[in-house]
């Protein structure tokens, strides 16, 4: 089967500067590729019923877009075909000297291969769309392919390309819910629209948005432990 991964990220300064927030959060919105013009016409539907014309993004919440941003809450909490994964990186504990070369760009990209690796299941083929960023390594989205193609033999990454997130609607997705992720722990909000989005997430998984067990499908929360153990 084909699958469709969007990915997003927020707080990324905090792999350079620690006093920039507490954790680093990715996340992803996965799809079955045959589902992706359905996920674009709802959406598209979502935004007309609400008059809503700017790209959907974590910092366009506000007082005035709130129904919209809850309609799309509720959209994707009804339906089976998408699912988010997203992953905390607590930046204090990331040792930047002996795992990562004292290079945060590869650390980065290190942590978005956690974000995508343990979903990647055998006999499926799978393109990942990630928001565009500038790297230094102008390689950097290709090793990520190649690595993740080579740690999952029965599998295929058919294609791993960075593009402007105003072109793709799984990006923006992904940039809200993670901003929403990245609200919720590093615990700066002071929108009250935003802190209803949280809670309006928050009434439709039952609970606090929290890390999840492995086995969550719908909204999955990973926090990376890098102090090793059991």
């Known amino acids: 089967m084909k699958f469709e991964v969007f990915c997003d990220e927020s707080s990324p300064e905090v792999l350079w500067d620690r006093k920039a927030n507490t ?3 990715l996340g992803s919105i996965w799809i079955p590729a045959d589902y992706r013009p359905e996920f674009k016409e709802n959406i598209k539907k979502i935004k007309e019923a609400h008059n809503y014309r700017n790209e959907i993004k974590w910092n366009k919440v506000s007082p005035s877009s709130l129904m919209f941003f809850k309609s799309l809450i509720a959209y994707f909490f009804s339906t089976e075909n998408i699912r988010f994964r997203g992953i905390l990186v607590e930046a204090e504990k990331v040792d930047m000297v002996k795992f990562h070369n004292d290079d945060s760009e590869l650390s980065f990209y290190k942590f978005y291969y956690q974000l995508l690796h343990h979903w990647i299941l055998d006999f499926n083929e ?3 769309l990630i928001d565009h960023k500038v790297n230094k390594d102008h390689n950097r989205i290709q090793s990520l392919k190649k690595i993740l193609n080579h740690t999952n033999l029965f599998s295929n990454i058919e294609n791993v390309q960075a593009l402007p997130s ?7 997705l992904a940039d809200f819910l993670t901003g929403a992720l990245n609200g919720k722990f ?13 809670r309006e997430i928050e009434k439709h998984i039952q609970g606090e948005i929290k890390p999840t067990p492995k086995a969550e499908e719908k909204f999955n929360v990973f926090k990376i432990n890098l102090q090793g153990g059991w």
């Open 23 to 25: 954790f680093l959060v």
């Open 126 to 128: 799978y393109t990942i």
């Open 166 to 172: 105003h072109e793709v609607l799984g990006v923006q």
């Open 186 to 198: 590093n615990n700066k909000i002071t929108s009250e629209a935003k802190k209803e989005v949280i």
